[in-house]
């Protein structure tokens, strides 16, 4: 059974990162044009972004726990190999060409095998989320039959403490220092920053139906813990001094987790998915991986226009690197392997009562 939540919530989190990047590009260069409280507002609303990359890691778990209940089958991760990981170490490669050739002005093969290596091993590029993924596959295959037995309640709790105390060591005491040559720190990319979106993820997709009346039933907490997280994380992004904008937050951790059963809840009550979100959905990992890299050159051009506006900036950078990256993802999908380079685009199985009456017709 499909969850057509799903298909939502991943178009809202695939645009929110676009758009995030979009905002993150254009502050690079006209930072220093805005004043210091328009600063303050444009870092709280990207800070509201935040829940997009947990969002759409906790979908990979759900989507794994509710498609195999009693554990995934045989040959899962080569088929994962072939169409999430080679994807990977394709981008890898191209972001290891573009960072240390173009950004850093360092055509050595050297330089490029460090920054190449440094990408594949530690995540240090665009691609670490699918680290991450991966490492979700694997814990699902080893602590399955774990989970089915353990206590929900103190699965997550502990988890729940060993997240939040890894993402505040992260944030408080030993923030990592974000470089020119590694902008997306290590300390971002291991399992214990992660665990907790994996074990609700896991409860979650695994028990749907009761998940689903427990948010009906709770659905006033749900909503009201998504405004007041919300709330609290703005202030911290917009009154302090020393607190990065980013999703390995202790405080993101509790406003990401309240946004994805608020979305849970909200879109339970849609019939149908419009087609326009099917779409962006269906393509949204090729455009996680491609859109970047379009918002590189997209700046570079935008930099000889100064006369656009910053706002109309980040919106041309979003729809341009959003539809580029779907019609990049499309073309080269025509291709017998083209999947192996920029990802699989999803196609929706047919309904099993459809397959029953074909297989019968006649």
């Not at 220093?32 to 328009?38: A, E, I, N, P, R």
């Not at 060409?97 to 050297?110: D, E, I, K």
């Not at 590029?125 to 993924?133: E, H, N, P, Q, R």
């Not at 999947?339 to 929706?348: C, L, N, Q, R, S």
């Amino acid at each position: 059974m499909q969850v057509k939540e799903i298909f939502v919530i991943r178009f809202i989190s695939c645009l929110s990162v676009v758009l995030l990047h979009a905002i993150s590009m254009v502050l690079m260069v006209r930072a220093d044009m805005l004043g210091d409280t328009v600063f303050r507002v444009v870092e709280s609303f990207r800070t509201l972004l935040m829940f997009s990359t947990p969002a759409f890691i906790f979908i990979s778990e759900f989507l794994l726990a509710h498609a195999y209940p009693g554990g995934v089958p045989e040959g899962f991760l080569k088929k994962r190999f072939k169409t999430i990981f080679i994807p990977f170490l394709f981008i890898a490669v191209l972001d290891a060409f573009m960072t240390a050739g173009l950004m850093m002005q360092q055509f050595h093969a050297s330089v490029i095998m460090k920054k190449l290596l440094a990408n594949i091993f530690l995540g240090n590029f665009i691609g670490y989320f699918i680290l991450v993924i991966f490492q979700f596959y694997l814990l699902h295959m080893c602590f399955h039959s774990f989970l089915q037995k353990a206590s929900p309640k103190w699965v997550l709790s502990f988890s729940f403490a060993v997240t939040a105390a890894y993402l505040s060591y992260f944030t408080f005491i030993h923030p990592p220092v974000v470089q020119e040559e590694a902008p997306f720190p290590f300390s971002w990319v291991p399992f214990p920053g992660w665990l907790f979106y994996f074990c609700l993820a896991y409860y979650c997709g695994k028990n749907y139906e009761r998940f689903l009346a427990l948010l009906e039933r709770y659905r006033h907490a749900v909503y009201a813990a998504a405004a007041v997280t919300g709330c609290f994380i703005v202030a911290v992004s917009y009154f302090g001094q020393d607190i990065a904008v980013t999703s390995k937050r202790p405080d993101i951790l509790l406003y990401s987790t309240s946004v994805i059963f608020s979305c849970f809840h909200l879109f339970s009550k849609l019939k149908s998915v419009p087609k326009l979100i099917m779409m962006i959905s269906n393509y949204s990992f090729s455009i996680y991986l491609l859109h970047a890299f379009i918002l590189i050159f997209g700046l570079v051009i935008l930099t000889s226009f100064e006369s656009i506006g910053t706002v109309s900036a980040v919106l041309l950078l979003f729809f341009i690197s959003t539809g580029v990256a779907v019609f990049i993802s499309w073309a080269v999908n025509k291709l017998k392997y083209g999947y192996m380079f920029v990802g699989k685009i999803y196609v929706p199985k047919k309904r099993r009562i459809e397959q029953k009456v074909s297989h019968h017709a006649g």
